[in-house]
DNA sequence: CGGGATCCGTTACGATACTG
DNA sequence: CAGTATCGTAACGGATCCCG
């Protein structure tokens, strides 16, 4: 693991920063919002970041008790966010927030994995969702899957398979960061733009609401 | 200015760190927050950064609209945000929040200067404020001066000499850093490592009740 | 094939010195 | 005071190779 390069200062923000600010970090911190990831599925999100950046990134982010290292499945290792972790959530959503307000660059490229949507469409339905939602549902972007499971006044977004959604809802990366940056509205969204299979009679009526409640939080 | 290493995703969390995520960046920001200052006032708060590197980082910030560079009193200049730049207290905030997590280690040192108490303590002001307070105050942290004024239901904590303070507070960094990170409480902070002044009697009670709610939005 | 480690050219950083 | 110029060093990025 490299990393000399620290501010050491008093001051809170500089004590984030040298956690969290380098190259890189806040992207895999990003993606692991979606739950725990595989070295190349982080590898692959974040568009072919050099494998020894990624390695250093997460020996150092072990170290620091932000993420911790487990076996999965087959023999594989899977990494995901410790409690510590999990509460730089705030802080990417308002990264999210700020970001939304730039138009895109020339030559942008889409991300290489759909795990961001955890974090600002999951975060946005978190802080809109009111007590009397209750819904699951299966969102699938841009061909990948991710389930929102919205009850007791708290929602949480992650990626993988829906046991039984009341609603799937597919649709593209492009379509959702434009409504959510306000540039189509949710009425439209849902007729243009997104292909909406329901299972549960009068739940998709509840994802829209809390959609749309989502979609107000991106502009207050 | 040097060219720029960017990542050029669509994901607004990626467009975002395009603009404020190189290093020293957000401690910029972070001065800005206290209030216009000189390119030696940065250079001193952000403890030596080198003179190139600050050159760069404020051409690119005022290139992408988060600054902007005036003419100042005596033939000097000056930089300041602009609305845009304003926007990054939030992310500011959230990052004091999660910095405030970690003990400092062993060999971090206080910053050159206090600006950073700006967007720590304003903006906990700022969110923890009510209506009924107004009250004016000039603090002194390690001896250097800052006006807060709260009324109306918003707060603002600006670098400079207050007008007529209704009270002022004088105390250290450190003791300011403890008591937002809990380690003392209000009441004792008050008592042992603040000097207080009250010009309009009963308005140090405004502030004690502003303070302390303002305290408790670090922990919650 | 997943999960890295190693090497190497390129780029940014950091310190010092210097200038209008 | 407000930068520019230079230069050694550290980090990044891409490629290749290794190991279970």
């Given at each position: ?13 500089a ?57 999965g499945a ?27 307000l730039?138009?895109p ?81 949710m ?34």
């Amino acid at each position: 693991m490299a990393k000399v390069r620290s501010y050491k200062l008093l001051c809170p923000i500089a004590r984030a920063l040298d956690r969290i600010g380098d190259r890189w970090t806040l992207l895999i911190l990003r993606d692991l919002h979606a739950g725990p990831a595989r070295f190349s599925d982080l590898q692959h999100g974040l568009t072919g970041i050099a494998a020894n950046l990624l390695t250093d990134r997460l020996n150092k982010l072990t170290a620091d008790g932000l993420i911790s290292k487990d076996a999965g499945a087959h023999g594989t290792t899977l990494y995901s966010l410790t409690e510590m972790g999990r509460k730089t959530r705030g802080i990417l959503f308002d990264l999210a927030l700020f970001g939304g307000l730039f138009s895109p660059e020339a030559e942008v490229v889409e991300p290489g994995n759909m795990r961001t949507v955890a974090v600002t469409l999951g975060t946005a339905c978190q802080r809109a969702i009111t007590a009397d939602i209750n819904v699951e549902v299966q969102f699938v972007i841009n061909g990948e899957p991710f389930v929102l499971v919205a009850r007791d006044g708290r929602a949480l977004m992650q990626a993988g398979q829906a046991t039984a959604p009341d609603v799937v809802l597919e649709a593209s990366y492009a379509a959702l960061l434009s409504v959510s940056e306000g540039e189509i509205n949710m009425a439209q969204f849902a007729r243009d733009h997104a292909r909406i299979a329901v299972n549960t009679p009068g739940k998709e009526v509840e994802l829209m609401h809390l959609m749309s409640a989502a979609i107000a939080v991106f502009s207050r």
